[in-house]
């Protein structure tokens, strides 16, 4: 069997006697290290064997640290690996008959040089059984990949500010939105506008206001926000209501512009502005630089998946790591597929965005 082992500088000793052990009963090991004694960090070996089962370049992995747990937490972070720490040839052997463990994770300090040895050739020699544990394990799969998507929104920071980002993909906003010719909506199917302007208002003023409050808001003014004909509306409502002068900024009423010195000049002069990527989906622009080269740059944050899609991505020049969003791919049935991933902060030419409305400062 061909098998992948790591350990960190604890598991040193035993990886190499382990190494010495399954070679003379036939096995083929990849040795991932660590090599020496000096310190290091467990995640890193942990991640490889992990990474080396799952791509498939070997069957089975087994890790080594001081206890066990904590290389066993590398390696399990892996999509696709059941990782089990065994300090006793029981576990080992019900790890792979029941759960269909595919990494061994041992402890150095925790069982001596034979026990190790019995733990990994019963958990080599042992086979997954299947029947009602693959029905269980499928359930695990499922918890694992709901776990994964990322909730309703995430803490992001801007320019050492904090601001609250949130994910339109996220099925949990279940609030209605709905505008004829279209019931049935939801602040998931049809709240970009929405999310987009409490991202904006935050900016301008520090003060968080409630997706559902702004989008029960903007039933009552007539101005579906994600809609770019009535946006204007919405944005006249929060005007006349006098909540921009309560947050802190103005808009001059002159819907949809497509001047980019304009944008630029509000934007330097620390405004903000709702805008189109591509047509169908509003952002918010909330920063400006100039690159190294001289291209004039703004910020999106984006509730949606703009950063990949395909009319945008060729023109995202950084992204900012902390806003990875991981969203639920689902069939035409609404059955959940897969994931996908996504950035909620990234930076784009000036020249992209269009069908902008302006917030100035006060």
């Not at 020699?125 to 499928?138: A, C, D, Q, V, W």
């Not at 320019?159 to 279940?174: A, C, G």
């Not at 609030?175 to 049935?184: K, L």
């Not at 947050?247 to 620390?270: A, I, P, Q, S, V």
Request: net charge negative; hydrophobic share 40%.
């Amino acid at each position: 069997m061909k098998l992948a082992i790591a350990c960190d500088h604890r598991g040193l000793l035993l990886k190499n006697a382990l190494i010495d052990h399954l070679r003379a009963e036939g096995h083929v090991l990849i040795d991932f290290g660590t090599y020496t004694p000096e310190s290091t960090d467990y995640p890193i070996y942990g991640e490889r064997v992990g990474r080396a089962v799952a791509e498939g370049e070997c069957e089975l992995g087994i890790a080594i640290c001081g206890t066990g747990f904590g290389i066993s937490l590398g390696a399990g972070a892996v999509p696709g690996i059941r990782a089990v720490c065994c300090s006793d040839i029981y576990t080992a052997a019900y790890a792979r008959q029941h759960n269909n463990a595919n990494v061994l994770a041992i402890g150095r300090d925790v069982v001596g040089e034979k026990l190790a040895f019995m733990i990994a050739d019963t958990f080599l020699s042992s086979t997954f059984e299947g029947g009602r544990h693959l029905r269980r394990l499928n359930m695990v799969e499922r918890l694992r990949r709901t776990a994964a998507v990322t909730g309703k929104k995430i803490v992001v920071h801007v320019n050492d500010r904090e601001f609250m980002l949130y994910n339109q993909r996220s099925v949990q906003w279940t609030h209605p939105y709905e505008y004829p010719p279209r019931p049935g909506d939801t602040l998931k199917s049809a709240g970009c506008g929405v999310f987009s302007l409490c991202e904006a208002i935050e900016f301008m003023s520090g003060q968080r206001i409630a997706p559902e409050e702004m989008a029960d808001f903007s039933c009552r003014v007539g101005g579906r926000g994600d809609d770019g004909t009535d946006r204007p509306m919405l944005l006249k409502g929060v005007v006349e209501s006098g909540l921009a002068g309560q947050y802190g900024f103005r808009y001059d009423m002159d819907g949809l512009l497509n001047d980019h010195e304009k944008l630029w000049e509000c934007l330097t002069n620390g405004g903000c502005a709702l805008c189109n990527l591509r047509v169908g989906h509003i952002v918010t622009l909330l920063g400006w630089r100039v690159s190294e080269e001289g291209e004039r740059q703004v910020l999106a944050m984006d509730c949606h998946s703009e950063s990949a899609d395909e009319r945008v991505r060729e023109s995202v020049r950084e992204v900012v790591p902390e806003s990875l969003i991981t969203y639920p791919v689902t069939n035409e049935a609404g059955v959940m597929t897969g994931s996908a991933q996504a950035y909620g902060l990234f930076w784009v030419p000036l020249e992209l965005p269009k069908n902008f409305n302006l917030l100035h400062h006060l």
